[in-house]
């Protein structure tokens, strides 16, 4: 029930507010850990009927709602020593009909306050259900701080809902940054959305190539960033890749959207889909989570 949900989100703003820390650099020798990756979710996203080569659904409230269950259901039951939800970015589709860089308009039907409370609605239920669900530790919410399409109207929306859910306990960490990353003990993770809020002007690849393995080369060199295990996890194309370098893996997510009308037309029918990674002491395990339309 929002209504519900509001009136609790009403008693905890008037609070001092505060989000929890997430531990960054966790070197917990208790496994198995739990990393969903949230991606291109592109609430207030439109798909019209009859404009497509293929009917899409109407990506609403209850379709939204129905594919993050169907996310939690897989993990129903399961236990983990810590859970990190992570999100790469384009939560939220846009913000006044038009992707935050401007010029790029988009056949939004809901305006910017109606896509903020429907993003806010689906990811507290989502984090209810998350945690009344799996057993872990500790619940930890993490988001890039840039995308080319929710730019830093995502980034408002992130810190928000940064706050809601410290009544489920979670743990949060907003980034800043189009890039950043997180340790859970041998393993170090890049993340990312895939083009930033303003300067990028081709995004980065699905697959690795020599150009952007020199890149991430020279950042991770920049940042001293030192584990056995280095991943470079991001989202923006809406498919799953994963490729190796010499020095890390690259994996590319799929989108909790999947596929709008434009998609459909010039690059071909992409289901949803989420990713998932089990991180044991010395190795992970990557796994999928696909629908149907």
């Not at 009403?10 to 070197?27: A, G, H, W």
Request: glycine letters at 6%; charged letters at 20%.
């Amino acid at each position: 029930d929002f209504n519900k949900i509001k009136e609790i989100i009403e008693d905890i703003t008037k609070k001092e507010y505060k989000e929890l820390p997430v531990n960054l650099n966790n070197q917990d020798n208790k496994y198995p850990d739990l990393i969903i990756w949230l991606s291109d979710l592109h609430i207030g996203a439109y798909n019209s009927k009859y404009s497509s080569f293929i009917q899409l659904p109407s990506y609403n409230k209850t379709e939204i709602k129905s594919r993050l269950a169907k996310i939690v259901e897989n993990f129903a039951g399961q236990s983990y020593n810590s859970v990190y939800v992570v999100n790469l970015g384009d939560a939220v589709d846009g913000f006044n009909k038009e992707t935050t860089r401007g010029g790029h308009e988009l056949p939004e039907i809901l305006d910017n306050k109606e896509i903020s409370e429907a993003f806010i609605e689906c990811m507290v239920e989502f984090f209810a259900t998350l945690t009344s669900k799996v057993k872990s530790n500790t619940f930890n919410y993490l988001s890039i701080g840039e995308a080319n399409h929710d730019g830093d109207f995502g980034w408002l929306n992130q810190k928000l809902l940064a706050s809601y859910i410290t009544m489920y306990g979670v743990k949060s960490y907003i980034s800043n940054y189009p890039i950043d990353s997180f340790i859970i003990g041998k393993h170090s993770w890049i993340f990312l959305h895939g083009k930033d809020n303003l300067n990028q002007s081709r995004q980065f690849p699905l697959t690795i190539n020599p150009n952007t393995e020199l890149w991430f080369a020279n950042y991770i060199a920049e940042k001293g960033i030192k584990n056995e295990h280095i991943y470079v996890v991001k989202g923006d194309l809406h498919n799953y890749a994963y490729t190796t370098g010499k020095q890390f893996d690259y994996i590319s997510v799929g989108s909790m959207y999947g596929s709008s009308n434009y998609i459909v037309a010039n690059f071909g029918h992409t289901k949803w889909s989420i990713n998932y990674t089990v991180v044991n002491k010395n190795d992970i395990l990557m796994g999928t989570i696909k629908g149907n339309v």
